[in-house]
């Protein structure tokens, strides 16, 4: 019943920045956190960000530094600023949404993906 909806990928050139957003819609108040992940073509999906309803976050090494997420709780929505842009960024971003109870349970809710490519 969770719906998450990204917008924001395109074309960019290294160095440069893009911004990507994420709204939910549904029964997000079982969600706990939400994050962004990536997957570039041949490779595993991979954590970029997450960030709890509390607002503490976690970081990739790989984009420490570089990426932010954020979230609007009154918008449903979160965001992820990317700055200082590297050709090894280019992947689809897909937006998570997570609901976690117990232990060592959680249930796992995605967007479409965006595509976010960085290239001259």
């Known amino acids: 019943q969770v719906q998450l909806v990204e917008s924001g990928g395109g074309l960019v050139q290294p160095g440069g920045s893009l911004s990507l957003s994420c709204a939910a819609s549904g029964s997000i108040f079982s969600i706990n956190a939400m994050g962004w992940y990536r997957q570039a073509p041949g490779k595993q999906r991979e954590l970029v960000a997450t960030?709890?309803?509390?607002?503490?976050?976690n970081y990739a090494d790989s984009v420490k530094g570089r990426f932010t997420i954020s979230r609007d709780n009154a918008k449903n929505s979160v965001y992820l600023q990317m700055n200082s842009l590297k050709p090894e960024d280019t992947a689809v971003y897909y937006c998570?949404?997570?609901?976690?109870?117990?232990?060592?349970?959680?249930?796992?809710?995605w967007g479409k993906g965006t595509l976010v490519t960085v290239s001259s």
């Open positions: 960030i709890t309803s509390g607002g503490s976050t």
């Open positions: 998570n949404g997570r609901s976690s109870w117990g232990v060592d349970y959680s249930m796992d809710y």
